[in-house]
C-alpha cells in the first residue's frame, strides 16, 4: 500500500487553481472485484458485453499474480484499477488476442518465469480523469517491472477512435499518426505519454465496435 499526491487543476471565481489530493494505491482484494467490475462496464459498455468483464477474470488474475493486480482509493471509493500478468510471448512481439494472455475458463497465460509483464486493464473513474491516476496506475507497473526483475512492460490498447477513420486510413496508418501527433486516441496516446513504444497492430484482438477489434502492440523497456 502506498499513498501519493496528485494534483488537479479547476477553475474558482475565474482563476486557475491547483488542489492536491491525497491517493491510496494498493493491491486489489477479493471483496473489490464487485466494485471495479461495476466500474469497468459503466467506462466501457461497448466491450463489457457478455463476459469480457466478469468478475472470474479479476479473480483468476488474483489467484496466480495477487501483486501484480493494482487499484486506486480516493475520497473512500475505488477511482481506479490495473491488472497485469507475467507471460512469454516466442516470438517477442507475435500476434495474440486478449483471450490468448487472460485465458479461456479457469487458465491463463501467466508464466512466473517469464520475461514479461503484461499490461491487460487500465481503467480510471471519469469523475477522477486528468488527476494523474492512470499514469499513477503506470508507474506502479513500471515499478513491479523493475523490483521482479522483468524486462519490458508489453500490452495490447485498443484503438478507441479508430472508428472515425476505418473508411479513409489502414489500423497502421491511424496509430503511426497518432504516434506522430497528427490524431489523438484516447488509450494509444496516453500509452506513448507514459513512455511506451507503439510496435505494431494486432488484428481481432479483442471484439469491440469502437476499435473494430483492433488493436496496437505496445512496449515499455526497463532502463538498463
Partial sequence: MKTIGLNKETVINGEAL????KVTIRNISQADIARIVQLQ???YPEVASGQFYAPFFIEKHLRVFPEGQFCVEMDGQIVGSATNLIVTLEPEHREHTWHDIVGYGNTTSYDRNGDSLYADDIITHPSYRRQGIGTALMKARKELCIKTGLRRIIGGGR???YCFYANLISPHEYAKRVVGN??????LTFQLRNEFKYIKILPNYIRDIRSLNFASLIEWTRPT
Fill in 41 to 43: 462496464r459503466e467506462i
Fill in 159 to 161: 484503438l478507441y477512435n
Fill in 182 to 187: 497528427e490524431l489523438g486516441d484516447p488509450v
Fill in 18 to 21: 491547483i488542489i492536491s489530493t
